[in-house]
Nanobody
Framework: QVQLVESGGGLVQPGGSLRLSCAAS????????MGWYRQAPGKQRELVAT???????NYADFVKGRFTISRDNAKNTVYLQMNSLKPEDTAVYYC????????????????WGQGTQVTVSS
């Protein structure tokens, strides 16, 4: 089984920064894309940013220029550096690992972390 463990959430003032980490562990042969999604109270889960195994990135418009996603393939870990945080960034942030193969010829699976709370407030 594959597990995703997130860390780095917390309370920060507007304009502040946080860095989220997500480490995938277990039987992993390869992971296509890793990414971050968020869900605010009463809203649907939305994409924040994704990064493929070759480093291609995709960002939601509302975080462009403020957030940076990066990845350490050797550690199966993805990071999200969040700068210039705004109160509207308050949400539970979820890590996702997409098209995971547990061995060379296995099917591809999708996994989610348990989520980490980010609160931006003065």
């Amino acid at each position: 089984q594959v597990q995703l463990v997130e860390s780095g959430g917390g309370l920060v003032q507007p304009g502040g920064s946080l860095r989220l980490s997500c480490a995938a562990s277990g039987s992993i042969f390869s992971i296509n894309a890793m990414g971050w999604y968020r869900q605010a109270p009463g809203k649907q889960r939305e994409l924040v940013a994704t990064i493929t195994s070759d480093g291609s990135t995709n960002y939601a418009d509302f975080v462009k220029g403020r957030f940076t996603i990066s990845r350490d393939n050797a550690k199966n870990t993805v990071y999200l550096q969040m700068n210039s945080l705004k109160p509207e960034d308050t949400a539970v942030y979820y890590c996702n690992a997409d098209q995971v193969r547990v061995h060379r010829y296995s099917s591809k699976y999708d996994f989610w972390g348990q989520g980490t709370q980010v609160t931006v407030s003065s």
